[in-house]
């Protein structure tokens, strides 16, 4: 696949080498999340259509929603000029922070303090026990 051919895995972490993977919603154009893709993510990812990630604290792949249930189903897929850097376009499914927002980006940085600006649409306790 050409993708594959064209990645540029420069970043080396946890063993791996890794790409990044921005988030967006299709419809919204909002930043959802980033997260990190080794080879095997982005091949899974693009065979399967579904996102899936490389963790780098866990040392292993990890398929979006499959404890939570909020999945994040791929639209579209940009690549950046250098090959380091993926746009997945997704459909998410509720939510995509595992802290129950909509956005793993629901804090606004305002006079050097944070502010939350993201909407909670789930109870985390409910879903990660």
């Not at 993977?21 to 999340?33: F, N, P």
């Not at 996102?51 to 040392?59: A, E, H, L, V, W």
């Not at 629901?106 to 985390?124: C, H, N, Q, S």
Request: glycine share 8%; net charge neutral.
């Amino acid at each position: 696949m050409e993708v594959l051919d064209k990645a540029n895995f420069r970043i080396k972490m946890a063993g791996e080498e890794l790409v990044i993977a921005v988030v967006q919603d299709h419809e919204t154009d909002e930043v959802l999340m980033v997260a990190f893709m080794n080879r095997d993510a982005l091949e899974r990812t693009l065979a399967t259509g579904t996102m899936t990630y490389y963790s780098t604290s866990r040392k292993e792949l990890w398929v979006k929603g499959g404890t939570s249930g909020n999945t994040q189903e791929v639209r579209e897929v940009f690549m950046d000029c250098d090959g380091d850097a993926l746009v997945f376009r997704v459909k998410q499914k509720r939510a995509a922070c595992h802290e129950g927002y909509y956005s793993c980006f629901f804090r606004r940085i305002e006079d050097g303090r944070l502010k939350t600006a993201g909407r909670k649409v789930f109870d985390p306790g409910d879903v990660y026990k």
